[in-house]
Every structure is written in C-alpha cells, then in structure tokens.
C-alpha cells in the first residue's frame, strides 16, 4: 500500500490548527478535530506550496504570541 500523503497526482487539502500550524492532508481522508480547512482540494504541490508561503514561523502560536516575532519573519 503507498502512503497517501506521497501520491504526486493524489487530492490534497492544507489544514491549520488553533496553534497556527499547517499539514497536509489527503483531501479523502475526513479532517482530524481541531484542524480546519485553508486551501484545497488542491494537487499535493500546490498545497505544498502554500505551505511555503503562509507558513513562516514554525513554533506554535502559544510560544511566538509569548516571545515576540522572530527577526525577519513575515506575520
């Protein structure tokens, strides 16, 4: 069995959390609670891609909202 979350050609959804991060997420699968939809279905690189972009700051919002932005982070 292939892993799902690795099919170039699959159905992708972007999900982000209360703490603002972000997965990807095979757009068959049902959302896990606590994660919402942002993007999708999308192709796997696309959603990647929005990752990219959007997500720039990888501590969880809790830690950053606490200490401040990181130099040269986009909010």
């Known amino acids: 069995m292939s892993n799902p979350f ?13 703490e603002g991060q972000y997965s990807l997420w095979p757009a ?3 959302v896990p609670d606590g994660w919402s939809t ?3 279905p999308e192709t796997r690189q696309g959603c990647l891609d929005y ?7 990888l ?12 130099h040269g982070a986009v909010q």
């Open 38 to 40: 942002v993007l999708g």
């Open 51 to 57: 990752i990219n972009v959007h997500w720039t700051d």
């Open 59 to 70: 501590r969880p919002r809790s830690l950053y909202d606490s200490s401040g932005p990181v």
């Open 6 to 18: 690795e099919q170039a050609d699959g159905a992708y959804l972007v999900l982000i959390n209360e």
């Open 28 to 30: 068959f699968a049902a």
